[in-house]
């Protein structure tokens, strides 16, 4: 009788040292951080209400970027996922909302408005295209590789397409933080680049 009841407090024990263990095992994991993108600095103006409206959008992400997750590039073109480290938002949403407020902050007499758009807008031009890479290597090098177009809404060509390659530096590449800011860099050159070229054609 004795040798049953040791044996059921041996059977506790090793229940009791197994949740434990288990418990500190779940309390060493790493805290999950999240980081986002921001837009260029700028100073709020009043848009008229006679302004013209740009639609920035869609322009297409490739599927390996479309997670929480955040993204870099190995050795090999191997793709790395960082459970650890996530986007505060989507990145197909922060690329299209900080490239709109970046050309808004840009151009004068334009109001820019971020895809997915409201039913209130009514675009005179849109901005459409395709990212084909967005990310950072293991030494730091972010690559923004990106076409895009501009049209009016009866579709005639503003700005012809073109596909153009940007690259930043994070200043710590195991910084996620440095990280997003490189690739906030990068999103400031596309849109320095797409308000010249809107301006040039229709000022």
Partial sequence: MSWDVDMVRIDRTIVIVSLFVALAACGSSPPVHYYTLDPMDSDYRRDDENSRVLGFGPL?????????????????????????????????????????????????????????YSQIARLDYQVIGRIDRFDTDEAGNVVLLVQ??????????VVFPRRVRYETRASDPHDYGAVSRAMSDAIAALSRDIAREFEAVAP
């Fill in 148 to 157: 895009w177009g501009v049209l009016t809404l009866d579709s005639d060509i």
């Fill in 60 to 116: 297409r992400v490739p599927e390996y970027l479309s997670r929480d997750r955040i993204v870099t590039r190995g050795a090999n073109s191997e793709i790395l996922v960082d459970d650890f480290s996530r986007w505060a938002e989507p990145l197909e949403d922060a690329f299209h909302r900080i490239a709109a407020a970046n050309l808004d902050a840009l151009l004068d007499g334009v109001v820019v408005s971020a895809f997915p």
